[in-house]
């Protein structure tokens, strides 16, 4: 087998939200189409880790390198292009556009995105609701919109935040279709995640954060001899 290559690389990461210093020294890697999912209890720092790596943050410091790119000292606008998509925990739905109209909004910043058809596809709910106000779609259609809409603009490395939190079992299963058909056709992908039960079996590899710090890294085939820690880190 081809070793993997290394797709982002963050290093000594330290994070700042004006006086508050939330990360110390995180370090961590992701192979390229590699599926890694960030454990921790709230505050841990998992979302200011993703955010970080998009420029979203008061200040960081540290190296960040994303494709053979170090990206630390580049702006938001132009860390996107390097073929990034956020898919952010509060979503971000335009109310006043419909389903279909947020969908086209976000600009394309790489080739081979998918097209209206391949996300109606993955997303049946949304092609019903092409024509419905943003504000009229369900919580679980909203999410769905949200992916979908980051599928469009061409981006292969997504960071996902908590995608699954507080939607009904049958929505959490098309999610974990979608990950796992995006995962066979090469992205790569970092969620944050509090539902273990929804990340366990999607996940190549795991981070455990805590205090802003990565306190454990492992693989899914280390899963089961990890659980007594993970009960005690999370309450797993």
């Given at each position: 087998m081809a070793e993997p290559k290394e797709f982002l690389r963050i290093s000594d990461?330290?994070?700042?939200?004006?006086?508050?210093?939330i990360l110390h020294g995180v370090n961590l890697t992701v192979n390229e189409g590699e599926v890694v999912t960030l454990l921790g209890r709230n505050g841990a720092g998992r979302t200011t880790t993703i955010k970080s790596i998009l420029g979203l943050v008061g200040?960081?410091?540290?190296?960040?390198?994303?494709?053979?790119?170090?990206?630390v000292n580049m702006a938001p606008h132009q860390i996107a292009k390097l073929g990034i998509g956020y898919c952010p925990e509060e979503r971000g739905i335009f109310?006043?556009?419909?389903?279909?109209?947020?969908?086209?909004?976000p600009p394309v910043i790489a080739e081979g995105g998918m097209g209206l058809d391949?996300?109606?596809e993955m997303f049946p709910n949304l092609a019903e609701r092409k024509n419905s106000p943003g504000t009229r779609l369900s919580g679980g259609e909203q999410q769905m919109?949200?992916?979908?809409?980051?599928?469009?603009t061409g981006a292969r490395f997504l960071l996902l935040d908590e995608i699954s939190e507080g939607l009904a079992p049958?929505?959490?299963?098309?999610?974990?279709?979608?990950i796992r058909s995006l995962k066979a056709k090469g992205y790569t992908i970092i969620m944050v995640e509090q539902n273990f039960r929804f990340a366990a079996p999607l996940a190549d590899r795991f981070y455990v954060m805590e205090h802003g710090q990565?306190?454990?890294?492992?693989t899914s085939a280390e899963l089961p001899n990890k659980m007594s820690m993970?009960?005690?880190?999370?309450?797993?």
């Open positions: 990461l330290h994070a700042w939200y004006g006086e508050s210093h200040r960081r410091t540290g190296q960040i390198t994303i494709n053979g790119t170090e990206s109310a006043s556009l419909t389903c279909e109209e947020n969908l086209m909004l391949e996300i109606y919109l949200a992916v979908g809409r980051i599928l469009r049958v929505i959490v299963q098309a999610l974990a279709r979608m990565i306190v454990e890294g492992f993970l009960s005690e880190y999370l309450g797993v």
